[in-house]
T-cell receptor
Framework: AQSVAQPEDQVNVAEGNPLTVKCTYS??????LFWYVQYPNRGLQFLLK????DNLVKGSYGFEAEFNKSQTSFHLKKPSALVSDSALYFC??????????????WGAGTKLIIKP | DGGITQSPKYLFRKEGQNVTLSCEQNLNHDAMYWYRQDPGQGLRLIYY???????QKGDIAEGYSVSREKKESFPLTVTSAQKNPTAFYLCASTDGDGYEQYFGPGTRLTVT
């Protein structure tokens, strides 16, 4: 079965330190992978995606993600965290099943807390 | 500005009443989606529509209904049959390539 896992419910990072939010996936074929961010009581905002090409993908607000096919991972990273990065982060993968109409399969979300 | 609007932002209803949540987009997207989000959980798909006058059930369609009479609009009705309707509801759309989804600001429904 196709799935996405975000193994950490919460990640705590001090401001200025690098941050990593983990995501692993299981999907048939080549994956289309996405990261979204959600601030309290708001809709989700698209951060970045991997479709093909360079394994290191750069996105909005200084975030980047590294696609690792052998480890089936797509971890979100930022070199220097800001307090304003505190939010809920979702990883998603496109469902490649024939009858899926290419819906997205969502991870459960990781709460990122950046402490001053 | 192009985007997705959802109204109202907060909605309160008494148990046993049907309620309709609005979702409108001016992105000219064909596909639209409704998700439910509960605290501590990810997004769960309620219904989706790939084209006007056509829609399919998602993972948790029971107690919900939708219509897609216009490309721009995809309203969701939460019926009295939905056992636990209190939640945050998100509408999304996607373009023809079906890559990233664009989300509205959400509607928080509270049923008492």
């Amino acid at each position: 079965a196709q799935s996405v896992a975000q193994p950490e419910d919460q990640v705590n990072v001090a401001e200025g330190n690098p941050l990593t939010v983990k995501c692993t996936y299981s999907v048939s074929g080549n994956p289309y992978l996405f990261w979204y961010v959600q601030y309290p009581n708001r809709g989700l905002q698209f951060l970045l995606k991997y479709i093909t090409g360079d394994n290191l993908v750069k996105g909005s607000y200084g975030f980047e993600a590294e696609f690792n096919k052998s480890q089936t991972s797509f971890h979100l990273k930022k070199p220097s965290a800001l307090v304003s990065d505190s939010a809920l982060y979702f990883c998603a993968v496109r469902d490649m099943s024939v009858d899926s109409n290419y819906q997205l399969i969502w991870g459960a979300g990781t709460k990122l807390i950046i402490k001053p | 500005d192009g985007g997705i609007t959802q109204s109202p932002k907060y909605l309160f209803r008494k148990e046993g009443q049907n309620v309709t949540l609005s979702c409108e987009q001016n992105l000219n997207h064909d596909a639209m989606y409704w998700y439910r989000q509960d605290p501590g959980q990810g997004l769960r798909l309620i219904y989706y529509s790939q084209i006007v006058n056509d829609f399919q059930k998602g993972d948790i369609a029971e107690g919900y209904s939708v219509s897609r009479e216009k490309k721009e609009s995809f309203p969701l009705t939460v019926t009295s049959a939905q056992k636990n309707p209190t939640a945050f509801y998100l509408c999304a759309s996607t373009d023809g390539d079906g890559y990233e989804q664009y989300f509205g600001p959400g509607t928080r429904l509270t049923v008492t």
